[in-house]
């Protein structure tokens, strides 16, 4: 049996699937946010073909992807996954890890508990880890295009280790700024191996233990290491 486009978008709706906007030929139309807030003893799935995801509080944690369009999640009280294929990324607390990724888009994590690991293509990343724990909590930030900001607790013990670089074409100079002492090394030379040529500011250092590993990598950024 053959059924219509608006009877499959109908049956869908019945469903309560994501919603699914049906053209033809080549025509676009925008999809509008979706604003959810849902509990229960469960994690929190969404999952859209496209358009904003909005959630208030997920109490056991989220996994939300989109294929286009912004993710915020105001509260989470396990860990997060979020992706999007492109849009801000936006968690304003998790009280576990955080693993966010967009192609194309700031992500900002304004209080993290647990690991974190944040990745975009072109965008500024902010993470804020807070509390202490005696359990590794490890963390992963990477733009290819934009300035990371990382903001730790002062007896927060880890290992660092950043890669900042600048192409020939760059419109300023770009540095790494920190407030524990890492040890810097710039390169002179100009990297020819990944097609725009580049150079490198690195950096590492250690502080108490070093029980988490921090590894930040950007191009074309700034890098900024905060304790508080």
Not at 116 to 139: C, H, L, N, W, Y
Not at 146 to 156: M, Q
Not at 214 to 222: A, M, Q, R, S, Y
Request: charged fraction near 20%; hydrophobic fraction near 40%; glycine fraction near 12%.
């Amino acid at each position: 049996m053959v059924l219509h486009k608006s009877s499959v978008a109908f049956l869908l709706l019945l469903a309560g699937a994501v919603p699914v906007v049906l053209l033809s030929g080549c025509q676009r139309r925008h999809v509008p946010a979706v604003q959810e807030q849902r509990g229960g003893s469960e994690p929190l799935t969404i999952a859209k073909m496209g358009g904003d995801i909005d959630v208030a509080d997920a109490p056991q944690g989220a996994s939300l992807n989109t294929m286009g369009g912004g993710i915020h999640l105001g509260n989470a009280g396990a860990s997060v996954k979020a992706n999007t294929m492109g849009g801000d990324i936006v968690v304003d607390r998790v009280n576990g890890s955080v693993d966010a990724g967009t192609m194309g888009g700031k992500i900002r994590i304004g209080e993290a508990h647990g690991a974190v690991k944040a990745s975009t293509m072109a965008g500024d990343i902010k993470a804020r880890v807070v509390g202490s724990s005696p359990r590794e909590r490890d963390i992963e930030l990477s733009s290819n295009s934009g300035t990371i900001e990382l903001i730790v607790p002062k007896d927060f013990p880890m290992d660092v280790k950043i890669t900042l670089a600048y192409t020939r074409d760059s419109s300023r100079n770009y540095q790494v700024v920190d407030s524990i002492g890492l040890i810097q090394q710039a390169t002179d030379e100009w990297d020819l191996s990944q097609g725009n040529p580049r150079k490198y500011i690195r950096a590492k250092g250690r502080v108490g233990s070093g029980l988490n590993h921090v590894t930040i990598k950007t191009i074309d950024g700034d890098v900024i290491l905060k304790q508080e």
